[in-house]
């Protein structure tokens, strides 16, 4: 496996909007988004990411590699699905106007020390991108945990972490219309 350096939100690349990627993909930027979906697989891992040093995650976005492009890999099983994508130039197609939040908060991999708080996203997307795992064009409708992923990891490519949308005032406050996770 790669082993990546992931950069921290101290770092000015994390809090800008990434360029598209251009395609078809060369060979070397598929292997790196290969390699991130591996990294990903790997870090879930108790006994091999505690060995190497990893934190867990589900999802890593290019910035977070030090790529400021418009690309990020997912590995995730859910309900006894596997998600397992790395979508380049995504674009979210639709929303529900239901939220949804993580009740025990959103983490990530770039943010070194937990920002504590509810992050309402939509409960439902659709998101089109080529996926550079399967070699193709794909659309995924997504509900639940995995729209929160993908959500998360697209707020990445326009340089907003998941602690700029806790509300300041008063982070847990409940939105009785949303759904907890």
Not at 114 to 125: A, E, L, N, S
Not at 133 to 160: C, M, R, W
Request: with cysteine.
């Amino acid at each position: 496996m790669k082993k990546f350096k992931i950069h921290t939100d101290k770092e000015k690349l994390l809090h800008e909007k990434c360029r598209e990627v251009a395609l078809p993909l060369d060979e070397e930027k598929r292997q790196t988004i290969l390699d991130m979906v591996e990294y990903l697989k790997l870090s879930q891992d108790d006994e091999y990411a505690k060995a190497n040093k990893i934190r867990p995650g589900v999802g890593l976005a290019a910035p977070q590699i030090g790529v400021p492009e418009r690309f990020y890999a997912v590995y995730l099983v859910d309900k006894e699905k596997t998600y397992e994508y790395g979508l380049v130039n995504p674009k979210i197609l639709s929303t529900s106007v239901k939220k949804a939040y993580l009740e025990g908060g959103e983490g990530c991999l770039s943010v070194p020390e937990d920002v504590m708080g509810h992050v309402y996203r939509y409960f439902r997307i659709t998101i089109q991108a080529y996926d550079a795992v399967s070699q193709q064009n794909v659309t995924l409708k997504l509900v639940g945990y995995p729209a929160i992923v993908f959500q998360h990891e697209y707020d990445h490519l326009d340089g907003i972490l998941y602690y700029d949308r806790i509300n300041r005032d008063d982070p847990f406050k409940k939105d009785p219309e949303a759904v907890a996770i």
